[in-house]
């Protein structure tokens, strides 16, 4: 394996080239300067799986970082999600008052932390420390110092009700009704709009700025691919271009792994030729399925399958009228799955009346099982 692949097919780890995300990253640059104030100071981001949101949020990080700011960044996937912020808020209060330099504090760093801070918090007066009051102490005091704290949470559509709940009583108090340098971005999965944002104790949340992020369009995805290799003193054919471009459809995941792939197949030239981008994604093909593919499938409801069951019967982009045919169900039911799907990253509208799987190797899958 060639070790100076300029490709990353990893979740959660930045690109070489983040392609297509400016406007999103100015969005959070120009919240984060101005204040509070700003729309987007609280923002949910949300995407399919591998569109990218995990590495936004390290980019909303690092944008508060280089101002100075402080980070706490947790996923709502890990257990006691309030407990970790405010043990984290509790740790950056700390380090502020001895004059230690801003950090990021995630997850990982709290879980060392937690069971410290747990008892020192809750003995002595006897009062427990809760989020609120963490992080409006911390928010008080960063004011002061003329600085401010970014709080992101990823995997927002795993938050249990309860602890959702009282994420939103803080932020909204500190950042919306105190006006105190705390700002927020949220990532999720679309499907955060159908389960937990449609309680209606969710205002906050609902109320929040949004930002979807959508596949790459062809221009970004030609940089996506073309830059890393370049600078990597490598060379890649205009068709082999093109190849990795439409199969990629633009999902960033996807994008990688077909890069990564395409770049292994030209072995020490570094040329790659249609013949790589070729045998590449053959290679890629696999990975999507039990990275991409098969997680989403895992997620489905019965009738959502049969949905895609039916598209799976076409060789190419399907009519929705002919799915609802063989489905035995009207065109209005139908709808429904097709929304539900597209928010899980299955499929995509491929113009008037038709739809189009996400990942095409999701067809040959689908038929393997029948
Ligand atoms: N704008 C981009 N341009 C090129 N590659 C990107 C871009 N955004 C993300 N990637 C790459 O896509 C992959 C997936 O990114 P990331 O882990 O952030 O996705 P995600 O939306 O958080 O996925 P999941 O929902 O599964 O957590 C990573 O390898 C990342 O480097
Ligand atoms: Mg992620």
Redesign the pocket.
């Known amino acids: 394996m060639a070790d100076n692949n300029p490709f990353?097919?990893?979740?959660?780890?930045?690109?070489p080239?983040?392609?297509?995300?400016d406007g999103v990253v100015a969005r959070f640059h120009r919240a984060f300067e101005r204040g509070p104030a700003h729309p987007d100071y609280t923002m949910l981001i949300s995407?399919?799986?591998?569109?990218?949101?995990?590495?936004?949020l390290n980019e909303a990080e690092d944008t508060a970082l280089n101002l100075g700011w402080r980070v706490i960044s947790v996923s709502a996937s890990a257990r006691d999600l309030c407990r970790q912020i405010t043990n984290a808020a509790l740790e950056h209060l700390r380090e502020t008052e001895a004059g230690k330099p801003s950090r990021r504090i995630s997850s990982m760093n709290v879980m060392g932390l937690g069971v410290a801070w747990t008892q020192q918090s809750t003995t002595g007066t006897g009062i427990t420390v809760d989020l609120r009051s963490s992080l409006t102490s911390l928010a008080e005091l960063l004011a002061r110092k003329d600085t401010g704290l970014l709080l992101t949470v990823?995997?927002m559509q795993a938050t249990e009700r309860d602890e959702a709940t009282e994420l939103a009583v803080a932020i909204q108090h500190i950042a919306r009704r105190e006006m105190l340098p705390l700002a927020f971005v949220g990532?999720a999965?679309p499907e955060i709009d159908e389960t937990l944002l449609a309680d209606r104790g969710m205002t906050f949340f609902q109320r929040c700025a949004r930002a979807r992020?959508l596949p790459?369009n062809q221009d970004e995805t030609q940089t996506?691919l073309a830059l890393p290799v370049e600078r990597a003193k490598g060379r890649i054919d205009h068709d082999a271009l093109r190849l990795n471009v439409e199969a990629s459809g633009g999902h960033?995941?996807t994008?990688?792994l077909l890069g990564y792939h395409s770049w292994e197949m030209a072995g020490p030239d570094r040329h790659i030729t249609l013949k790589h981008a070729r045998a590449g994604a053959l290679e890629s093909e696999q990975a999507l399925l039990d990275q991409i593919v098969k997680p989403i499938w895992s997620s489905l409801s019965a009738m959502d399958r049969m949905f895609l069951q039916a598209m799976s019967i076409d060789d190419t982009d399907s009519e929705i009228h002919r799915i609802a045919e063989r489905l035995g169900r009207s065109p209005n039911y139908v709808q429904n799955y097709r929304r539900r799907l597209i928010d899980a990253g299955a499929i995509e509208p491929a113009g008037r009346g038709k739809l189009r799987f996400t990942h095409q190797s999701m067809r040959p899958w689908l038929r393997s099982q029948q």
Request: no cysteine; aromatic share 6%; hydrophobic share 45%.
């Open positions: 990353l097919p990893t979740f959660g780890t930045s690109p080239m983040l392609a297509g995300r995407g399919v799986r591998g569109s990218g949101k995990t590495v936004m990823d995997e990532a999965l992020l790459l996506a960033p995941f994008i990688q």
